[in-house]
């Protein structure tokens, strides 16, 4: 168990529609990280928020948001959805955002997104 | 092209076989992680390597960074049934974000 929780596991929805994925970090970790994996492009970088603020874009859809509240968790946001966002969505947090040279980052079990 | 190549993409071998798996760019890099993944769960970290030509073990892993810090190599010895899972090199790019590899994908049979 790494610490970080996201809920829900797994989500069926339609095109078109709207969903929110929900992810808390350890205590004590500032950082929040989105990931996308998918089969043919792996695991991507999405954003990361640092104590609220938006810190790093990946590539991330114009239809994708995401935020971090002032008690830490956070929240990506998948509007207008097509086949193709159908993966999974991991979040992962850490203590620190940047500045070293390396930074480890525990992950959540992951939402798997179907979209039908 | 991806920053970070991973080989094989896929490994099928019997319990008890030693293997390697590799993980390969072009790019010079200040630090690499190795992350295991299985079915269902996120990416756990299993070693951070820095310094060119480092050798790390964890019980039957082995992992070594490149002299030149631009390539990585997973060595695991007498593999068993629980080394089963997604083998993932990551860069840390700029500052916080990781770049991930595509990945092993090891299969271990009894």
């Known amino acids: 168990d790494s610490g970080v929780t996201q809920t829900p596991k797994h989500l069926i929805t339609a095109t078109g529609q709207r969903v929110t994925l929900r992810c808390s970090p350890r205590?004590?970790?500032?950082?929040v990280y989105w990931y996308q994996q998918s089969l043919d492009q792996g695991l991507q970088f999405l954003i990361q928020y640092y104590n609220g603020e938006e810190r790093a874009k990946g590539n991330i859809l114009e239809r994708f948001s995401a935020q971090q509240f002032p008690d830490l968790h956070s929240e990506l946001n998948l509007s207008s959805l097509e086949l193709g966002d159908s993966a999974l969505y991991f979040c992962a947090s850490s203590v620190v955002g940047s500045g070293i040279a390396y930074n480890e980052q525990f992950f959540g079990p992951g939402t798997r997104l179907t979209v039908l | 092209t991806q920053l970070l190549e991973q080989s094989p993409q896929f490994l099928s071998i019997q319990e008890g076989e030693n293997l390697t798996v590799y993980c390969n760019s072009s790019s010079v890099f200040s630090s690499l992680q190795w992350y295991r993944q299985e079915p269902g769960e996120g990416p756990v970290l299993l070693v951070t390597?820095?310094?060119?030509?480092e050798v790390k073990k964890l019980k039957r892993l082995t992992f070594q960074f490149g002299d030149a810090r631009k390539d990585s190599s997973l060595h695991i010895t007498a593999a068993q049934p629980g080394d089963t899972g997604l083998y993932l090199c990551a860069v840390n790019n700029q500052g916080g974000k990781l770049i991930f590899g595509q990945g092993t994908e090891l299969s271990v049979k009894p």
């Open positions: 390597v820095v310094t060119g030509g």
């Open positions: 205590s004590g970790d500032l950082s």
